[in-house]
């Protein structure tokens, strides 16, 4: 799976919070201590998610923990899966 099309539970819940604050991509964006432009890179699964930036978003709403859980169970079954394959 190429990295466009991987999903991510954990940017898609971000983006459900962005929307219930009421803030546009650079408000958010801001809020959660990052450019604009990082913001849209994950956004568009351009980057992956970082440890760091991970722990900066459950530090703050540790409700995401399950979200971040969700996606690196995911990765890891799709490696596992590219290896056996």
Sequence with gaps: MSEQERSSLFIDRLEVKRRALG???????LHIGRSEGYWSLLRRRKKRVSLDFAQS??????EFSGYWAADLAADSQDRAGAERG
């Design 23 to 29: 803030m546009d991509h650079r408000r958010f964006a």
């Design 57 to 62: 978003v459950i530090g703050r709403w540790p």
